[in-house]
């Protein structure tokens, strides 16, 4: 279900700043009022985040709103260091619909969508006035994404919670699987060590990181073997695979089929 929250106008927000920060273990911060919405994000670590007095538990994968007025203090217990992204949205509350929006839930799991979101504004400020029209809309986005407690009950049981790291490693994957990719180079670009980062996949994707890469260059050849009239061995080149023959292996041990008969049976009108 969708929060009140989607309810907020445009033209209720007036502005949207982003960024990140990365604290080590047992740092502190706080206390502060807080002014605006601020929608924080943990990357990786946990923290303590202590809202008037009441403590709660944030852990990597999770986010917390925090709202105007509050008092917080921030304790970075876990034991290695700890990130975050934030999103502060500045709000004209006057302007709501029925004045205030609900309480959301405390901490809830990221969905990939706000995390592509979160990456997405991050981007784009440099460029960007936070009083624009493009950075209010994003604003506004963030909030309506937030989920309301039915979203977050677990009822039935919880899915794991997207890991922004994991994230980050898919979408730097996707981009650049034609060349080659190596697990720490991997590991590099989505910020963590090659140990961790397979952790993380192994949780997450129930795969190694290279394992996802070879998996990912057979589904985009067998779209071009179905699709264009490429030689295979051009889609070889173009998908990553270090030769024919690797190409040709590596489709049998993935879909059972090679190449030609992928096509063959594509181009005949087969049901796949």
Avoid at 10 to 35: D, L
Avoid at 125 to 130: H, I
Wanted: hydrophobic letters at 35%; one cysteine or more.
């Amino acid at each position: 279900m969708v929060s009140s929250r989607s309810q907020v106008p445009f033209e209720a927000v007036k502005s949207a700043v982003a960024g990140s920060a990365t604290y080590a273990s047992g740092g502190r911060f706080g206390p502060r009022r807080q002014r605006d919405f601020e929608l924080l994000l943990l990357d990786e670590g946990e923290m303590r985040v202590t809202i008037d007095g009441a403590p709660q538990k944030v852990k990597a994968g999770q986010a917390i709103l925090l709202k105007p007025g509050h008092v917080e203090s921030f304790d970075i217990t876990g034991n290695d260091v700890t990130r975050h992204n934030w999103v502060a949205v500045q709000i004209d509350r006057q302007s709501l619909p029925g004045g205030e929006a609900e309480d959301p839930p405390g901490v809830w799991p990221v969905s990939p969508e706000m995390n592509k979101l979160v990456e997405l504004i991050l981007t784009v400020q440099n460029e960007l006035p936070s009083d624009g029209p493009i950075m209010r809309s994003l604003g506004a986005a963030v909030l309506r994404l937030q989920p309301n407690a039915e979203d977050t009950s677990c009822e039935g049981g919880c899915s794991t919670p997207a890991s922004p790291v994991v994230e980050r490693a898919l979408s730097w994957i996707r981009s650049h699987y034609a060349r080659e990719i190596k697990l720490n180079d991997l590991a590099w670009e989505a910020g963590v060590t090659p140990e961790h980062l397979v952790r993380l996949f192994n949780k997450h994707e129930r795969e190694t990181p290279i394992h996802y890469v070879w998996r990912y260059r057979t589904e985009r050849a067998v779209e071009l073997l179905e699709h264009t009239g490429l030689p295979a061995a051009e889609i070889a080149r173009q998908c990553g695979f270090k030769t024919p023959h690797h190409f040709s292996r590596t489709l049998k041990q993935f879909t059972g089929r090679t190449p030609s008969e992928i096509r063959r049976a594509s181009w005949s009108g087969e049901e796949p």
